[in-house]
T-cell receptor, first 114, second 115 residues
Framework: KQEVTQIPAALSVPEGENLVLNCSFTDSAIYNLQWFRQDPGKGLTSLLL?????REQTSGRLNASLDKSSGRSTLYIAASQPGDSATYLC?????????????FGTGTRLTIIP | DAGVIQSPRHEVTEMGQEVTLRCKPISGHDYLFWYRQTMMRGLELLIYFNNNVPIDDSGMPEDRFSAKMPNASFSTLKIQPSEPRDSAVYFCASKAWDRGNTEAFFGQGTRLTVV
């Protein structure tokens, strides 16, 4: 059974710093990995999707990397801003054909201190 | 498009009552998902549909839970009878099929409280 872990559970950093969020998964047979952002009381917003054949994806100040063989992904946020404060979740989709079942991590709650 | 629309946003009900949660996916999307989020268990997939057909309902916790998708623009998740441990935020999500590498879009969620 796939297990997805995100450590730390919470992180506080001063505004302007670069930071890295971690995601690890136990079964490397994945089709893709997705990073989401969740604001309090809101739904999830997709940030980046990395296919299993890719090593990284970038969107603005965000860069996500994937090392499938070691079961790890990182989300790098450059020049953090107070508006980046949210919970960040990663989710993996299994490799089996047609299986759309995402397994989510428990998230990292990020606070950017002005 | 207005995104995935869920109703109601909040629901408070008494134990034993029937609860129906509603979802309107993004037009043109082939897949619809129902998730439950709790502090203890995080986000869990309950069931998902492809072209209105249930594909995997292994996450549905008990027979008290049922989900339907009568057409491409509407789905319901019903709990009957409801219990306090069903209290959670229920999310609906939809996605298009494009050889699998497409993003899922989530609704705002329904916060259910069973007292």
């Amino acid at each position: 059974k796939q297990e997805v872990t995100q450590i730390p559970a919470a992180l506080s950093v001063p505004e302007g710093e670069n930071l890295v969020l971690n995601c690890s998964f136990t079964d490397s047979a994945i089709y893709n990995l997705q990073w989401f952002r969740q604001d309090p009381g809101k739904g999830l917003t997709s940030l980046l999707l990395i296919q299993s054949s890719q090593r990284e994806q970038t969107s603005g100040r965000l860069n996500a990397s994937l090392d499938k063989s070691s079961g790890r992904s990182t989300l790098y946020i450059a020049a953090s801003q107070p508006g980046d404060s949210a919970t960040y979740l990663c989710a993996v989709r299994p490799q089996s054909f047609g299986n759309e079942k995402l397994t989510f991590g428990t998230g990292t709650r990020l606070t950017i201190i002005p | 498009d207005a995104g995935v629309i869920q109703s109601p946003r909040h629901e408070v009900t008494e134990m034993g009552q029937e609860v129906t949660l509603r979802c309107k996916p993004i037009s043109g999307h082939d897949y619809l998902f129902w998730y439950r989020q709790t502090m203890m268990r995080g986000l869990e997939l309950l069931i998902y549909f492809n072209n209105n057909v249930p594909i995997d309902d292994s996450g549905m916790p008990e027979d008290r839970f049922s989900a339907k998708m009568p057409n491409a623009s509407f789905s319901t998740l019903k709990i009957q009878p409801s219990e306090p441990r069903d209290s959670a935020v229920y999310f609906c999500a939809s996605k298009a099929w494009d050889r699998g590498n497409t993003e899922a879009f989530f609704g705002q969620g329904t916060r259910l409280t069973v007292v």
